[in-house]
């Protein structure tokens, strides 16, 4: 396995943390992050929706669903294909 590859399979800490704090699933932050990730490189928009960019470059914000139908957004560094964190949907009213 290259660096690269590597990289890409990691999920980072803080959005580990953060998806357990801000997210109410039972689903493994691992795992949704890897599905993201996963969903991201292989073009599947109908797993996740583009939200916007971030100002830092390479930083991108996505809307996605976790299989027991928690919304929420994470930041992903698109250069490494990796999530840096996760915010909390407001509901729309």
Not at 17 to 29: G, H, L, N, T, V
Not at 32 to 59: C, K, M, S, T
Request: hydrophobic share 40%; net charge positive.
């Amino acid at each position: 396995m290259t660096e690269h590859e590597a990289r890409r399979r990691f999920i980072c800490p803080h959005f580990q943390q953060r998806f357990r704090e801000r997210i109410d699933s039972k689903a493994d932050p691992v795992v949704v992050g890897q599905a993201l990730i996963w969903a991201i490189a292989n073009h599947r928009r109908d797993l996740y929706e583009f939200v916007g960019r971030d100002w830092r470059p390479g930083r991108r914000r996505f809307r996605a669903r976790t299989y027991d139908g928690a919304v929420f957004e994470a930041i992903v560094d698109t250069d490494d294909m990796s999530p840096i964190t996760v915010l909390t949907v407001q509901p729309e009213t």
